[in-house]
């Protein structure tokens, strides 16, 4: 049974930071590219960040030079750090798991910029 559960997120005032985790069982995390994604009230999911199997990340522009993807292969898990949060990064991210047709999404974690 495959699982991926996000934490870490919460209540935090603009210009503060996060760390959330993604901690996958039940693939062959190595092999997958992990991504992350976000979705605010009344909004469409949208993408936020991937990082590929070899470590290679990439991100939206609108996190680009705030938030950084990492992954520990020993622990099956990956990590955001956000930084220099702001009220428009409200949402609830979910991890999501991606090899080939397989994908694999978390239960999310809210995350909210409030001061």
């Known amino acids: 049974q495959v699982q991926l559960v996000e934490s870490g997120g919460g209540l935090v005032q603009p210009g503060g930071s996060l760390r959330l985790s993604c901690a996958a069982s039940g693939i062959r995390f190595s092999f997958y590219v992990m991504a992350w994604y976000r979705q605010a009230p009344g909004k469409q999911r949208e993408f936020v960040a991937f990082?590929?199997?070899?470590?290679?990340?990439s991100y939206a522009g609108s996190v680009k030079g705030r938030f950084s993807a990492s992954r520990d292969n020993a622990k099956n898990t990956i990590y955001l750090q956000m930084s220099s949060l702001k009220p428009e990064d409200t949402a609830v991210y979910y991890c999501?798991?991606?090899?080939?047709?397989?994908?694999?999404w978390g239960q999310g974690t809210q995350v909210t910029v409030s001061s």
């Open positions: 999501k798991a991606i090899l080939n047709s397989d994908e694999y």
């Open positions: 990082i590929t199997t070899g470590g290679m990340t």
